[in-house]
C-alpha cells in the first residue's frame, strides 16, 4: 500500500468537498498534521477537523487486513490522548478484493465501532462531473460504468490545467490507476484522443523521456524480431519505471509539504533509492519529526 499513499493523500487532501463530504457526511476545513504518541501502529493516513469542529479520521486500505478493528480502536485512543478529542473514524478500501474487514472490536471488555467504505461502491459518475480535477481522478477507482470512458474524461480535465499543475496530475492520475491495473489503459486512451491529451504524458519531465526510451527501444526490438509483441513489452517497462518514478516525485511534494525544500545532499539520496525504500520512506514521511530524521 506504501507506493500509493502519497497519491492518494495529495488526491483526498485537495479533494475535500465532494468526495469527503459524500462519505464523511461533512466538508474537512483544514487537515492536521500531528504525531501520535507511540502505539503499535503510529501513522494515520489523514486527520481533518471540519467547520463545526469535528475530527474526522480517514484510513485507506488496499488489501484487508484481518485485525483492523484493533488497529482503527489503538488510533482512537491515541487520537484522544493526543488532542483530548473524539475522532469520527472512516476506512476507505481501495482494493481490487471483495472487502471483508470487521468494522467493529467487541469484547467482554470494550467495543468500538468505526465506519468502512468500499470506493467501488460510491457514485463515481457524479465524481467526474465535479469541477475539481482530483475527483475525477478520484473517480477510477469508484463505480463508473465505463473506465476506458472515464479515462479519457479524466485526461481532457488534466489538460484544460496550468502546466506546472499537469505534470503532478499526470504522475498521480498513473499511479491511482495502478489499484486498477489501468496504466495502460490510461496512455492508451491518451494516444486516442487529440495531441493535446497525449501531450500530458510527453511533456512531464518523469514520465515523458521515460515513455519515448521505451517506445523507442520496443520499436527497435519489434522491427528486428519481427513481431509486435516487442513494442508492447517495451511499453509496459515503461509503465513500471515510470510508475516508479511517479511514486518518487509524489514523495517528493509530500516530503516538501511537509518539511520546505529538499536540500541537494537529500534529493540526491531519495534518487538513489531502491523501490523498496520509497515505500519504508512512504511509511516514515508523517513520523519524522525532521527530514534527518526521515533519512536517519
Known amino acids: 500500500m506504501a507506493q500509493f499513499d502519497p497519491a492518494l493523500k495529495l488526491l483526498f487532501q485537495r479533494s475535500a468537498s465532494t468526495l469527503l463530504r459524500e462519505i464523511a457526511g461533512v466538508s474537512i476545513e483544514r487537515w492536521l498534521n500531528v504525531e501520535l504518541p507511540k502505539v ?28 483492523m478493528e ?16 473524539h475522532p469520527t473514524q472512516i476506512v476507505i478500501y481501495v482494493g481490487q478484493e471483495p472487502m471483508r474487514m470487521k468494522e467493529r472490536l467487541e469484547t467482554a471488555a470494550m467495543s468500538h465501532q468505526y465506519q468502512l467504505v468500499d470506493i467501488r461502491t460510491l457514485n463515481g459518475r457524479a ?17 463508473v460504468p465505463d473506465r476506458s470512458e ?3 474524461r479524466i485526461l481532457a480535465a488534466i489538460a484544460q490545467c496550468e502546466p506546472e499543475e499537469r505534470t503532478e496530475l ?25 495531441i493535446s491529451a497525449e501531450s500530458l504524458i510527453r511533456e512531464n519531465k518523469v514520465l515523458g523521456p521515460l515513455l519515448a526510451k521505451a517506445e523507442q527501444e520496443a520499436r527497435q526490438k519489434g522491427l528486428q524480431e519481427g513481431r509486435q509483441e516487442g513494442l508492447q513489452e517495451g511499453r509496459q517497462e515503461g509503465v513500471r519505471e515510470g510508475r516508479q518514478e511517479g511514486e518518487l516525485f509524489l514523495i517528493r511534494r509530500l516530503i516538501e509539504k511537509r518539511f520546505g525544500a529538499i536540500p541537494a545532499w537529500a ?30
Open 40 to 67: 503499535q501502529n503510529p501513522r494515520v493516513d489523514l486527520l481533518g477537523e471540519s467547520a463545526d469542529g469535528r475530527l474526522i479520521h480517514f484510513e485507506f486500505q488496499k488489501e484487508n487486513d484481518r485485525r
Open 70 to 85: 484493533y488497529r482503527m480502536a489503538e488510533y482512537y485512543l491515541a487520537i484522544y490522548r493526543l488532542l483530548n478529542r
Open 127 to 143: 465524481l467526474l462531473e465535479s469541477p475539481r480535477v482530483e475527483d475525477r481522478i478520484l473517480a477510477i477507482l469508484a463505480d
Open 150 to 152: 472515464a479515462a479519457q
Open 170 to 194: 499526470v504522475a498521480q492520475f498513473l499511479v491511482i490507476a495502478g489499484l486498477r491495473q489501468l496504466e495502460n489503459t490510461v496512455l492508451e486512451e491518451a494516444r486516442k484522443m487529440a
Open 267 to 296: 534529493d540526491e539520496r531519495f534518487s538513489k533509492s531502491s523501490a523498496a525504500e520509497l515505500e519504508e520512506l512512504g511509511l516514515r514521511i508523517l513520523d519524522a519529526s525532521n527530514l534527518e530524521d526521515l533519512l536517519g
